[in-house]
């Protein structure tokens, strides 16, 4: 659908990305990213100032090391501290790695209306980056492993926003398994805004570098655009066998990986034997399994550290016991269990942690045995599990006198009680407790309505905008989305002297058509031709009707000899038109921009019409 591409040059869609960040579906990076990329951007920025902030973080530092070390990157000797992993790689790509890490973690955190699809995108973005960076182990790539990575986990941020603001229809394209451009094309028609215009906003906004951003929307162009030598569409062929051969990955289906990776090396220019390829897949594997493995190392953790004693089917709501004494747990157990509640045992936070995106675990209940305060981690653990507010936590100490026992109360306990309370006592406290509970669901619910209604409320506007800006006979774009494409476009004219073309089309002798087979002919014969510049121009381009039996192409980054290869094409198929009222034949001018003579998009369309009626004057008979 090439009629609508110009959304993302049209008012409208910055008022949709707004809907949608006010409703808080778009995704977002961590504060130890930004502050990261914040510093890369001062004058004052050195080495050991990043390291600080990257220490603060201990899956940052972790992915850091594991990213400087591996296997097939620089040789030497392993990298063992950030400050070394940070000369390997370089701060700004450090500072790109926090991004992509840190959304993704953000992604995996949040609720969404369909979490098996949202976490499926999470897992693809990882496996994408995975194959990507393993990529830049051939010869003659000229990319670094660290920012392919980082460009293939943030390629498509913008379809997790969607499948959160449109859950129910997102999820229904999702599952054709469109390729990328055929899924943008989709998206515009269906949701008014597709997920690269998103995806490119947020990237702009974090101030991710031009070049890598130039890659991932080179790499969703369709195939003929993506050819080239250059460092950026190098980067844009291997983002995008990344993201076709990831699903082959998550799966584990070697044949499938040396199918997609054989093409992918083509790509490159690069031919290896069978034998070559069946080790690479194995390598690749082995690569994967060593990410797949540390994302999910809390899950596995969780698994073998929580105990649940209560039935799944009969359990209204469960407690997660902490650190509580294994004679004084089984005490209690029979007391919760005959109020109906299950219980969960957990020794360590990693299983806490793990316990996050359990809706059904409403209490924890903490015993700090010692008199020393929550550490900094805890703290931060402490303070999201309260901050749910559809939990509730208890937490048990020596001495309710103790200077951290007010503490605990001023980050989030709901109760603080001493560790020799019973078990009765306890359960009394957490019925008190499960009346807030129950507001703080029911808000949450009234919440989850208005967002209902709201997203629907912004499609339904998003529609009308759009049927504001397009032809409604043809679907094609209209004068006035028209006009906001070529200001758009002829701003990037006069400051990067990047070239544009158009084309002006008349259909030949249509008023025949109209005077000899009535107007609903003369209609179908505008549709089809309309059909035909839909299958004929390209995605970035953007065809118009003016209006009657007048069109108009606009061809970003196109020259003369690309605008007489469209021109000649276009009058071959409405030509192979089969209508009753016989071959359409049609009259096409065109002009490329000159920002020496041409001072706006008016002349551009003007020479083009000059053109035009040169063409027309120039037939045998006319005049």
């Given at each position: 659908?090439?009629d609508?591409?110009?959304v993302?040059?049209?008012?409208?869609?910055?008022?949709l990305?707004?809907?949608?960040?006010?409703?808080?579906?778009?995704p977002?990076?961590?504060s130890?990213?930004?502050?990261?990329?914040?510093?890369?951007?001062?004058?004052?920025?050195?080495?050991?100032?990043?390291?600080?902030?990257?220490?603060?973080?201990?899956?940052?530092?972790?992915?850091?090391?594991?990213?400087?070390?591996?296997?097939?990157g620089?040789?030497?000797r392993?990298?063992?501290?950030?400050?070394?992993?940070?000369?390997?790689?370089?701060?700004?790509?450090?500072?790109?790695?926090?991004?992509?890490?840190?959304?993704?973690?953000?992604?995996?955190?949040?609720?969404?209306?369909?979490?098996?699809?949202?976490?499926?995108?999470?897992?693809?973005?990882?496996?994408?980056?995975?194959?990507?960076?393993?990529?830049?182990?051939r010869?003659?790539?000229?990319?670094?492993?660290?920012?392919?990575?980082?460009?293939?986990?943030?390629?498509?941020i913008?379809?997790?926003?969607?499948?959160?603001f449109?859950?129910?229809?997102?999820?229904?394209?999702?599952?054709l398994?469109?390729?990328?451009?055929?899924l943008l094309?989709?998206?515009?028609?269906?949701?008014?805004?597709?997920h690269?215009?998103?995806?490119?906003?947020?990237?702009?906004?974090?101030?991710?570098?031009?070049?890598?951003?130039?890659?991932?929307?080179?790499?969703?162009?369709?195939?003929?655009?993506?050819?080239?030598?250059?460092?950026?569409?190098?980067m844009?062929?291997?983002?995008?066998?990344?993201?076709?051969a990831a699903?082959?990955?998550?799966?584990?289906?070697?044949?499938?990986?040396?199918?997609?990776?054989?093409?992918?090396?083509?790509?490159?220019?690069?031919?290896?034997?069978?034998?070559?390829?069946?080790?690479?897949?194995?390598?690749?594997?082995?690569?994967?399994l060593?990410?797949?493995?540390h994302?999910?190392?809390?899950?596995h953790?969780?698994?073998?550290?929580?105990?649940?004693?209560?039935?799944?089917?009969?359990?209204?709501?469960?407690?997660l016991?902490?650190?509580?004494?294994?004679?004084?747990?089984?005490?209690?157990?029979?007391?919760?269990?005959?109020?109906?509640?299950g219980?969960?045992?957990?020794?360590?936070?990693?299983?806490?942690?793990?316990?996050?995106?359990?809706?059904?675990?409403?209490?924890?209940?903490?015993?700090?045995d010692?008199?020393?305060?929550?550490?900094?981690?805890?703290?931060?653990?402490?303070?999201s599990?309260?901050g749910?507010?559809?939990?509730?936590?208890?937490?048990?100490?020596?001495?309710?006198?103790?200077?951290?026992?007010?503490?605990?109360?001023?980050?989030?306990?709901?109760?603080?009680?001493?560790?020799?309370?019973?078990?009765?006592?306890l359960?009394?406290?957490l019925?008190?407790?499960?009346?807030?509970?129950?507001v703080?669901?029911?808000?949450e619910s009234?919440?989850?309505a208005?967002?209902?209604?709201?997203?629907?409320?912004?499609?339904?506007?998003?529609?009308?905008h759009?049927q504001?800006?397009?032809?409604?006979?043809?679907?094609?774009?209209?004068?006035?989305?028209?006009?906001?494409?070529?200001?758009?476009?002829?701003?990037?004219?006069?400051?990067r002297?990047?070239?544009?073309?158009?084309?002006?089309?008349?259909?030949?002798?249509?008023?025949?058509?109209?005077?000899?087979?009535?107007?609903?002919?003369?209609?179908?014969?505008?549709?089809?031709?309309?059909?035909?510049l839909?299958?004929?121009?390209?995605?970035?381009?953007?065809?118009?009707?003016?209006?009657?039996?007048?069109?108009?192409?606009?061809c970003?980054?196109?020259?003369?000899?690309?605008?007489?290869?469209?021109?000649?094409?276009?009058?071959?198929?409405?030509?192979?038109?089969?209508?009753?009222?016989?071959?359409?034949?049609?009259?096409?001018?065109?002009?490329?921009?000159?920002?020496?003579?041409m001072?706006?998009?008016?002349?551009?369309?003007?020479?083009?019409?000059?053109?035009?009626?040169?063409?027309?004057?120039s037939?045998?008979?006319?005049?």
């Amino acid at each position: 659908m090439n009629d609508e591409s110009v959304v993302s040059d049209t008012l409208a869609e910055d008022s949709l990305l707004l809907q949608i960040r006010a409703l808080g579906h778009l995704p977002s990076p961590s504060s130890t990213a930004l502050r990261l990329y914040a510093l890369i951007q001062s004058d004052d920025v050195d080495l050991h100032k990043m390291a600080e902030v990257i220490k603060g973080d201990v899956a940052l530092t972790v992915r850091l090391i594991r990213l400087a070390n591996r296997p097939g990157g620089n040789p030497g000797r392993p990298v063992a501290s950030v400050e070394e992993g940070l000369m390997r790689l370089g701060l700004k790509t450090v500072a790109g790695l926090a991004v992509g890490m840190s959304v993704i973690d953000d992604a995996v955190a949040s609720s969404a209306p369909d979490a098996s699809a949202y976490l499926a995108l999470c897992r693809h973005s990882l496996a994408a980056a995975v194959l990507a960076e393993w990529m830049c182990d051939r010869p003659n790539v000229p990319a670094s492993a660290a920012d392919l990575f980082t460009c293939a986990l943030l390629a498509r941020i913008g379809q997790l926003a969607l499948l959160r603001f449109y859950p129910e229809p997102y999820s229904v394209l999702l599952r054709l398994k469109q390729n990328a451009h055929e899924l943008l094309g989709a998206e515009r028609e269906q949701l008014g805004i597709d997920h690269q215009a998103i995806t490119l906003a947020l990237l702009q906004e974090w101030g991710f570098p031009d070049p890598l951003t130039e890659a991932i929307r080179i790499s969703e162009a369709e195939p003929e655009l993506r050819v080239g030598n250059d460092r950026s569409h190098v980067m844009a062929q291997i983002l995008n066998f990344a993201w076709e051969a990831a699903p082959a990955l998550v799966s584990r289906r070697p044949e499938k990986i040396m199918s997609h990776l054989e093409y992918g090396l083509a790509l490159l220019g690069q031919n290896v034997l069978a034998e070559e390829l069946s080790g690479m897949v194995g390598n690749i594997l082995q690569h994967w399994l060593e990410w797949d493995s540390h994302k999910q190392e809390h899950d596995h953790s969780a698994t073998s550290a929580v105990q649940d004693t209560g039935d799944p089917e009969t359990v209204t709501a469960q407690l997660l016991l902490v650190g509580v004494p294994e004679d004084t747990r089984q005490s209690w157990e029979p007391v919760f269990v005959e109020r109906g509640y299950g219980v969960l045992s957990a020794d360590s936070w990693g299983a806490v942690t793990a316990q996050m995106t359990n809706e059904r675990v409403e209490f924890m209940i903490l015993w700090q045995d010692g008199l020393r305060t929550l550490g900094e981690q805890e703290k931060r653990l402490f303070e999201s599990w309260v901050g749910e507010g559809r939990r509730a936590i208890v937490v048990l100490v020596p001495d309710l006198n103790a200077p951290f026992a007010h503490e605990l109360l001023e980050i989030g306990a709901d109760i603080v009680l001493p560790c020799t309370v019973s078990a009765t006592l306890l359960g009394a406290q957490l019925a008190r407790l499960e009346d807030k509970l129950v507001v703080a669901r029911n808000l949450e619910s009234e919440q989850s309505a208005h967002r209902k209604l709201l997203s629907e409320l912004v499609l339904t506007t998003r529609k009308l905008h759009l049927q504001a800006l397009t032809d409604p006979l043809t679907g094609l774009a209209n004068r006035r989305m028209a006009e906001a494409f070529l200001k758009r476009h002829w701003s990037l004219v006069e400051r990067r002297n990047i070239p544009l073309g158009c084309l002006i089309i008349d259909l030949d002798d249509f008023k025949r058509i109209n005077d000899k087979f009535g107007h609903d002919a003369g209609d179908a014969a505008l549709r089809a031709f309309a059909a035909v510049l839909r299958e004929n121009v390209r995605q970035e381009d953007l065809a118009v009707r003016l209006g009657g039996d007048e069109f108009l192409v606009v061809c970003p980054l196109a020259q003369v000899s690309n605008l007489e290869h469209l021109r000649e094409r276009l009058i071959e198929a409405a030509h192979r038109l089969t209508l009753e009222t016989g071959p359409l034949s049609c009259s096409i001018g065109f002009a490329e921009s000159d920002r020496n003579t041409m001072k706006s998009p008016s002349e551009l369309l003007k020479q083009a019409d000059e053109h035009l009626m040169r063409l027309k004057r120039s037939r045998p008979g006319k005049g």
